[in-house]
């Protein structure tokens, strides 16, 4: 039975009444928890949260974590979470044994500030009882996405926020050296030890100051050596460090059109909406000449899900 809740402010009434809404849409086939809830920014989510729980006496993400109606209840589930909280969830995912999703966790370490990781690593610890560095480096088999991981998580540790230029002007050309013959393999141990120093903000700078000093991209280089699985995994690295927007773009349209898992179209939809999902809208449409919205549409059959990612893409960042 619901509980009545006494001295709320303006805000909160109108929350409750949301509440309320969702809860009388439990045994329907309707996308009341679309409407009220796709349009909420974080803060509100979480007040929507506390609220439910305080008028039903449940936790509102139980509740849709229990309801096996796959994709749209699971995605407002994790939606519901706090970003951090959401990013744990997609980490723990992305470690399943045998099946490790290296590029989910890439973009997180890529993606995410210091201070976000900081939480996303606690968060994980919470919810699984491990650290989520150490599950990495216990990936097996060995990869080489895994090494530069080990390396990533290390530079939200113990880098210097400053940005200088000195410092990529001077990485950008110990790179060139390590590809200017173009033979043989990367040397590994420099480039592992750079991603380990650097911040990703003086990583893309870095990268920036190669093009603009050799006129080219790193990846190009990258790209006409004799790739191995170390360059290859480092060339997809880069490319999210360099253009977020248009690396997610990618992402995104391999979900949609390339019949890939519907993990990365919800992964990436949820994970940017209130980051750059604008930008990545711009990149996608310029580089595949239509909208992110009308693809979405021509792909997802779930008028309720299809409606949920929709609603995402017209978010504005927080």
Not at 58 to 68: Q, S
Not at 181 to 210: H, W
Not at 256 to 267: F, M, T, W
Not at 278 to 298: H, M, N, P, S
Request: charged share 30%; with cysteine; hydrophobic share 35%.
């Amino acid at each position: 039975m619901a509980t009545k809740i006494h001295n709320m402010s303006i805000d909160d009434l109108g929350i409750e009444n949301d509440c309320r809404d969702i809860h009388d849409s439990w045994d329907q086939r309707s996308n009341v928890m679309v409407r009220v809830l796709a349009g909420r920014n974080a803060m509100e989510r979480q007040q929507t949260r506390r609220i439910y729980k305080e008028i039903y006496g449940e936790d509102l993400v139980d509740r849709l974590g229990t309801i096996d109606v796959e994709p749209i209840n699971r995605a407002l589930s994790l939606w519901m979470l706090d970003s951090h909280e959401r990013d744990a969830v997609f980490a723990r995912e992305a470690l399943e044994p045998g099946d490790t999703n290296f590029k989910a966790l890439i973009e997180i370490f890529v993606g995410r500030k210091s201070s976000q990781i900081f939480l996303i690593r606690q968060s994980y610890q919470a919810r699984y009882k491990k650290q989520l560095d150490q599950d990495i480096i216990n990936i097996d088999p060995p990869h080489s996405y895994q090494k530069i991981l080990v390396a990533l998580a290390a530079s939200h540790k113990a880098h210097n926020a400053d940005i200088s230029q000195h410092i990529a002007k001077c990485d950008a050309r110990k790179l060139y050296e390590t590809v200017k013959d173009n033979s043989g393999a990367i040397e590994e141990a420099f480039v592992l030890e750079m991603l380990t120093k650097r911040s990703i903000p003086q990583l893309k700078l870095t990268f920036s100051c190669y093009q603009h000093i050799f006129g080219h991209n790193f990846t190009k280089d990258l790209k006409f050596r004799n790739c191995g699985e170390f360059e290859n995994a480092l060339r997809t690295v880069i490319k999210c460090i360099r253009n977020p927007p248009k690396y997610f773009a990618k992402v995104l349209y391999k979900s949609i059109k390339g019949g890939e898992s519907d993990g990365a179209l919800k992964r990436v939809m949820l994970s940017r909406a209130e980051v750059d999902l604008d930008e990545i809208q711009r990149a996608f449409k310029g580089r595949y000449g239509v909208q992110l919205t009308d693809a979405i549409c021509e792909r997802t059959s779930c008028d309720d899900y299809r409606d949920f990612l929709v609603a995402l893409a017209t978010k504005k960042a927080q």
